[in-house]
């Protein structure tokens, strides 16, 4: 685990957050910008799981958790389940450090989580694609409801 902002006292702010990621400062803003403005998720500065995660940005579809942004001296780390289903569509087109991470997922339903540390352009590149399915199918999800109750 990376040095992440455990101080539960004092709430950061985004600008804070973004200091802290150091180098990656830019690649954590613009994830969570990218988040918002792509697919509307809601952001959310929480303190969730207990003392050892620290301080992060949570993005929801609806009430519906979509992933963690936690900020990290020089790094973040995202943390995002996804079903066998969604890894599988993306798994080929992704860089081999990337799918570490998913041949060592936490194991979850059909699924899994991963705490997908972000240090560089590549990794950048990959949680969008992993968060794109991910999106894709909560908002697909959220219309098929809407739909319904129509």
């Known amino acids: 685990m990376y040095e992440r902002m455990l101080n539960k006292t004092e ?5 804070e957050m973004t200091a802290y990621c150091g180098e990656n400062g830019g690649f954590f803003t613009s994830l ?16 969730p799981y207990g003392n050892q995660y620290g301080w992060g940005i949570a993005h ?7 992933c963690n942004v936690f900020a990290e001296n020089n790094g973040f780390t995202v943390m ?3 079903s066998d289903k969604q890894f599988d569509s993306v798994y080929g ?10 041949d060592t997922k936490y194991p979850c339903g059909d699924g899994g989580w991963i705490h997908y ?3 560089c352009k590549e990794n950048f ?3 969008q694609k992993l968060l794109t399915v991910k999106c894709s199918l909560s908002a697909q999800r959220s219309m098929v409801k809407s739909n319904e109750v129509s």
């Open 117 to 119: 540390r972000v240090a």
């Open 93 to 102: 087109q992704l860089h081999p450090y990337t799918r570490e991470y998913i």
């Open 11 to 15: 709430e950061p702010t985004i600008a």
């Open 125 to 127: 590149d990959d949680i």
């Open 32 to 47: 969570n910008e990218w988040l918002s403005q792509t697919f509307a998720t809601e952001q959310k500065v929480v303190f």
């Open 80 to 82: 995002v389940r996804l």
């Open 60 to 66: 929801r579809l609806k009430q519906k958790l979509v």
